[in-house]
């Protein structure tokens, strides 16, 4: 007995199914984004980097149109910048990646061979178009007195930092505790001392006591998300944590709301510079026959344009021009790199982030 | 679940005869389309396995500390969840068979909400609900409880996934229940509270048992509403599934094939569990 | 994962003898307890979605949906339901009719096989392409030989979701199959109707109601697969990005409004679906009633 209406009903389920699909599909907007492009590459890049490469892939796109004709188009995947490393090893295509830590594009060049090892030589600056280094976010009028490292350590301080294992910022993080525990230890001229074998029993304990500061730190880590978005998320949306260790850029490039929010950043004076690295990944734009147009998109990035553009999203240019413009938003910091402190990423990961590393030891307590 | 219910006594010949057509298609068919899409991926991963020695896989998928504690807190919080749902799932079950209130019918369709709700969704919603200042978690905090980020937000999001299972395999048990037995331990001078426990519960337990089950094997595997709401810290409120995923993020495919072993290994015990409960309740009603 | 057809159609009202019912006292706390326990834990998140999703005025959630990686997602979504919904369809009705109306050997092993889907964590799910059809997998450098690139494309996130969603139609549909028999089928047979005319004509019209609560829940859950996506997906933004990952990642951008605007499209789409299997329960009882001559009650 319901033979006929069954049908019909189907049949009106099907057409308003239809035209839904037709609504989206030609819905105005939709679909421009990818209109008219002859070729486009895949940049593979971490959390902090969206509105930075939003704006600049445009005006590579205009600049790369007026300089050959060719209509392109880059597209862009975002995640936390390990969990990135692994995709591409796993076949993301990728023509180009822009991540947070040369640690990870190693990791590529020497597990999957889609790069050559001395990658990092090939662009200026060591591959790092932009530097950042690490601030603190904290509530407003800074109630718990959080200043620098050590306030860090304190008893019943919460601190909101990712996970080491996965997130980009999350070694920066652990490293430049570590590290301003040893400048603490050994004085300012602690690169030195480290490096001077008359000081080796110093620099044996300094590295004991540094052990021990970052071990009292991540005591007090109440939250430990897997990228730096979800930890932000945490610490501003949902309210946890007394202070919140993050990038510098994405700290300052929220500093406007930041009062709204109810919050305050602080930038510690003794912290670490971190050097986000760009490659192009060789055998995959060959492959894809992009290599021209990833090796542009890289150098672009070096770009007037582009380094005013990193200055505006609070990253610190690496250009002269661009660094005298944009001094005043950084404030002076002293600042050591990977290679002084840790004797390069492929030692600080081999010591500190491998399975059973030292986080590993410090955290399975 | 009473797909599971088919008989599994053996039988004699591969196929009883029958007159209706289609067997060998359909048979064929959904051999094939299964072989394809899922007997052959788990072959493979089962093969990845045999790629690790013995120890390998016991130091990385039992012996670790950080995976042993990511055991027990999936295994501790999907079994509260599921003894939750038992409980609240029983009386939510009770009402809507033996009572008539307003917006019954409206429960009652809700109840199937976690099927058909994207486990995202769920998860993003109770965050914020039950986060210190979501609309529920500002309640709390006054007491300085915490919910979201802690075991109890883990608890709460596998007690929703869990839900229709108890409910809904618990309903046709509870309406199948003869009214003669109860009213007969009635008139025998049973309190309300005695025929309960000696008649209604005993003959409802294995429906309950296999919503328990189902609920926890459920639980186990949940991912999406979970990662929201745990605050994922390693040893403190990291589930395994997250734990695979951290593991395949670090290039440690071993450590994360490791795991899943151990996950694989659990849903097909519940499963076979629940297959032997339901025989069981079968056996039980008739 | 119940059926519809025997859960809740038949609640019966309560019974006449005091003495073996509860008093009044305990009937409305029991109603209490289930009545806040729902609210608690179902309702209470559902408002909230639509309370965020529109909380900030109709524009500001029509420009969230609006914008072009939310298109693109919500299309990818669709498309991927598009493929996957029929084929498990197909799969689900073939695999019914042979599990119902057929006894052999194995099946429940069969039966039990086929609930896999339902207990595999699906980042396990996930895993397991990423390790076959992955660059430094089993296929996928002899794939990539051949220019074909499975992980991190759509065809990868149509391949997980039908795993995850396989079962649901087979589901719907054997509990149903069994309780009705085969004798109207056999009759159809007897009388010379060919095997496929004795499916559509017979088999089909009685089914109907659960094959369609099958396919939408199978679409539901299509729709909103996310943990084994999340994994094979490579989140290229506005490709490889479907709803349930987009929402993860605008949740993550700080763009709560955005992120819930596209969390209450799934949850009308998971509103839809219990309306639709409430008509179904309610069209299966009445059926039911007519054939057997009594009054649907309802």
Known sequence: MNASPTPAALYTVATLACACMLAIFASPGCGDFEAGADRAILNVSYDATRGFYRELNDEFARHWREKTGERIRVRMSHGGSGAQARSVMDGLPADVVTLALAGDIDAIARQSRLLPENWQGKLPHNSAPYTSTLGFLVRKGNPRDIHTWSDLAREGIQVITPNPRTSGVAQWNYLAMWGYALRRELGSDFVAKMNDPAHARDVARAQQVAREFVASVYRNVAVMDSGARSATNTFIQRGIGDVLINWENESLLGSRDLDAAGLEMIVPTVSILAEPTVAVVERTAERRGNTDLARAYLEFLYSDFAQDLAGRYYFRPVTEKALTKYAHQFPALELFTVDEVFGGWAEALRVHFRDGGTFDQIYAR | ?286 | MSNPSTSSSTARAAPINPSAAESPWVRWVLIAIALGFISLVLLLPLALVFRYAFGEGLGVYLAAIRDADTVAAIRLTLITAAIVVPLNTVFGVMAAWAIAKFEFRGKSLLITILDMPFAISPVVVGMIFVLLFGARGWLGPTLSQWGIQIIFTPIAIVIVVAFGTMPFVVRELVSLMQAQGSEEELAALTLGASGFQTFRRITLPNIKWGLIYGVILCNARAMGEFGSVYVVSGRIRGETDTMPLHIEALYNDYLLTASFAVASLLAMLAIVTLVVKSIVEWKIARDQAIATGDDPGD
């Open chain 2, 1 to 286: 679940m009473s797909v599971i219910a088919a008989r599994s006594f053996a039988l004699p010949r591969i196929r009883q005869p029958s007159v209706l057509p289609g067997f060998g298609l359909t048979m064929g068919f959904t051999l094939f389309y299964m072989t394809l899409l899922l007997l052959i991926p788990l072959a493979g991963l089962l093969l990845a396995a045999t790629r690790m020695s013995f120890s390998e896989f016991w130091v990385k998928g039992i012996a670790d500390p950080r995976v042993l504690a990511a055991y027990r807190l999936s295994f501790g919080a999907s079994l509260l969840a599921a003894t939750l749902n038992a409980i609240f799932g029983f009386i939510v079950a009770w009402v809507l068979v033996r009572y008539r209130f307003p917006g019954k019918r409206l429960i009652d369709a809700i109840v199937d909400l976690p099927f058909a709700l994207p486990t995202a969704v769920s998860g993003i919603a109770l965050t914020t609900l039950y986060a210190r200042t979501g609309w529920i978690g500002q309640w709390f905090d006054i007491f300085g409880i915490r919910i979201a980020y802690t075991w109890i937000g883990i608890v709460i999001a596998l007690t929703l996934i869990g839900l229709p299972f108890v409910v809904r395999t618990l309903q046709p048990a509870l309406e199948d229940l003869e009214k003669e037995l109860e009213e007969a331990s009635a008139c025998l001078g049973a309190t309300r509270w005695r025929t309960f426990t000696r008649v209604i519960f005993p003959s409802v337990l294995p429906a309950l048992l296999t919503g328990f089950a189902l609920a926890l094997a459920r639980a186990l595997g949940e991912y999406g509403s979970v990662i929201f709401i745990a605050g994922n810290m390693p040893h403190r409120t990291e589930i395994a599934p997250l734990l695979v995923v951290v593991r395949l993020e670090n290039h440690d495919d071993h450590g994360a094939i490791a795991i899943s072993i151990v996950l694989l290994a659990a849903a097909f015990v519940m499963l076979l569990s629940i297959n032997l409960l339901q025989w069981w309740s079968r056996r039980y009603q008739h």
